[in-house]
């Protein structure tokens, strides 16, 4: 059943990483002709805004998420009260290693 549940999480990526250039590309086709028509400059402040809307939510989950799942092993490993997030996250996975093998 992992295996099943790993297999499908990585085709699932895979087909979101595969089709996410396509589907951004076609999102605004007024963006691209006016970014053509007004050259590098205007076309660098659209990427490097674009690339904020998309990085900025994604950064602030992936931190919720590791502070959720820190403070559930914490809860578990009471010693660990003093860890920083990098040696929780650490022990963590010394952990599943050892339960996988």
């Given amino acids: ?3 099943f549940i790993k ?3 990585t085709l699932s ?8 250039g396509s589907a ?8 691209k002709e006016s970014m053509t ?13 674009i690339m904020s809307m ?12 590791v502070f959720v799942m820190k403070s559930g092993w914490v809860k578990k490993h009471p010693e660990a009260q003093d860890y920083s997030t990098f040696q929780v996250i650490r022990e963590m996975i010394k952990e ?3 339960r996988t093998s």
């Fill in 1 to 3: 059943m992992k295996n």
């Fill in 7 to 9: 297999i499908t999480l």
């Fill in 13 to 20: 990526v895979a087909a979101i990483v595969v089709t996410a």
């Fill in 24 to 31: 951004f590309a076609q999102s605004c086709p007024m963006c």
């Fill in 37 to 49: 028509a007004a050259g590098a400059k205007l076309s660098e402040g659209f990427y490097n805004s």
């Fill in 54 to 65: 998309f990085l900025l939510p994604i950064s602030m989950i992936s931190a919720g998420a």
């Fill in 96 to 98: 599943r290693k050892n």
